[in-house]
């Protein structure tokens, strides 16, 4: 990987493992926050959405299997919905490319961290990363897996 993509992909995955102090001060420093292990989803919930509603924040939460996701909610406005809408969706085809292509490799590539216009992946199987950055038109796209076999 380059160098300036490595040190990219560190600091993303450092700011994602150095939570703040709270769950709901993660979702208002990072834009969103799941629920930590064992604690009980819909109560979680619950306190995420009391706090906002206090702060007048908008959230959106939801329950996926034994965890909850908060997300602020941000509105777009009308006369641009169609283009975030369209930029979103180049974005999620990128991203599945670069999975098909890791995965022609044996990585097995499970979710991504996003940041800003970044995102970074670690094989499931083996310590291989993916580093994707997009700029406008143009991207980067770096990593050992997708230039190395899966190591497991």
């Known amino acids: 990987m380059n160098a300036d993509h490595e040190e990219r992909f560190r600091r993303i995955a450092e700011d994602y493992l150095d939570r703040p102090g709270s769950d709901y001060a ?7 926050a ?8 819909e109560e979680w919930r619950a306190e995420i959405r009391a706090k906002a509603r206090a702060d007048k924040i908008r959230v959106i939460t939801i329950r996926h299997g034994d965890r909850a996701i908060a ?4 509105s777009v406005p009308k006369d641009q919905e169609l283009a975030e809408l369209t930029v979103a969706l180049e974005r999620s085809e990128i991203l599945r490319g670069v999975v098909e292509r890791a995965r022609q490799l044996g ?10 216009d970044e995102g970074i992946a670690i094989c499931t199987r083996c310590p291989a990363r993916i580093y994707v950055r997009f700029h406008g038109e143009s991207r ?13």
């Open 71 to 74: 997300a602020r909610h941000r």
């Open 107 to 116: 990585h097995e590539i499970g979710r991504w961290l996003r940041h800003d």
């Open 26 to 32: 993660e979702l208002l420093q990072r834009g969103q």
């Open 140 to 152: 980067i796209v770096d990593g050992e897996a997708l230039d190395e076999s899966c190591a497991s």
């Open 34 to 41: 799941s629920s930590p292990e064992g604690v009980e989803p």
